[in-house]
T-cell receptor
Framework: AQTVTQSQPEMSVQEAETVTLSCTYD???????LFWYKQPPSRQMILVIR??????QNATENRFSVNFQKAAKSFSLKISDSQLGDTAMYFC???????????????FGKGTHLIIQP | AAGVIQSPRHLIKEKRETATLKCYPI?????VYWYQQGPGQDPQFLIS???????DKGSIPDRFSAQQFSDYHSELNMSSLELGDSALYFC?????????????FGPGTRLLVL
């Protein structure tokens, strides 16, 4: 079984600052995927960024980037030039690769509540 | 762009009643997942379907069942409802090809059991 740990229950930064959210995971799998999802007050789950474990290059999506350290089982999210609309709960999630074409569920961390102050 | 559709969006039931939640995946997505998110909690995976067959099973209670139909929509049936079943229920879908591992979530169904 996999576990995902987010050690920061809440973080607060000023608008335009850069913030890094931490995530560590534990697995015996070699092929897997990692995700960050954002959940604003509307409670919609929005995909922020994804990373394939077999890729060494860190994923980037506009202001969002990750620092993926496979050996350390660490997957942090960096948000640059933070905006008020980034205020949300951020969940780190793990999914193992299913070579048989099936559909495995996501294992989520407990989340980090990020508050962007004006 | 089309998104995952869930109905109803809100549902109020009494204890011991039954409830059926519906999910319509994004067009050309053949995989559906169900999650339960209690207040202040992270989403918990319940069950998934790939090509209309059950694929993976998580912490789904025996009182719950689900299926995927020929048009790929899915229904989650919940019986003998308990107060603890009050939660936000998400459906997610992923595509047949390309980034097949990426799950796109619907808006959720808020279930309140009284």
């Amino acid at each position: 079984a996999q576990t995902v740990t987010q050690s920061q229950p809440e973080m607060s930064v000023q608008e335009a600052e850069t913030v890094t959210l931490s995530c560590t995971y534990d697995t015996s799998e070699n092929n897997y995927y990692l995700f960050w999802y954002k959940q604003p007050p509307s409670r919609q789950m929005i995909l922020v960024i994804r990373q394939e474990a077999y890729k060494q290059q860190n994923a980037t999506e506009n202001r969002f980037s990750v620092n993926f350290q496979k050996a350390a089982k660490s997957f942090s999210l960096k948000i640059s030039d933070s905006q008020l609309g980034d205020t949300a709960m951020y969940f780190c999630a793990f999914m193992k690769h299913n070579s048989g074409g099936g559909a495995d569920g996501l294992t989520f961390g407990k989340g980090t509540h990020l508050i962007i102050q004006p | 762009a089309a998104g995952v559709i869930q109905s109803p969006r809100h549902l109020i039931k009494e204890k011991r009643e039954t409830a059926t939640l519906k999910c319509y995946p994004i067009p050309r997505h053949d995989t559906v997942y169900w999650y339960q998110q209690g207040p202040g909690q992270d989403p918990q995976f319940l069950i998934s379907f790939y090509e209309k067959m059950q694929s993976d099973k998580g912490s789904i209670p025996d009182r719950f069942s689900a299926q995927q139909f020929s048009d790929y929509h899915s229904e989650l049936n919940m019986s003998s409802l308990e107060l603890g079943d009050s939660a936000l229920y998400f459906c997610a879908s992923s595509p047949t090809s390309g980034r097949a591992e990426t799950q796109y979530f619907g808006p959720g169904t808020r279930l309140l059991v009284l």
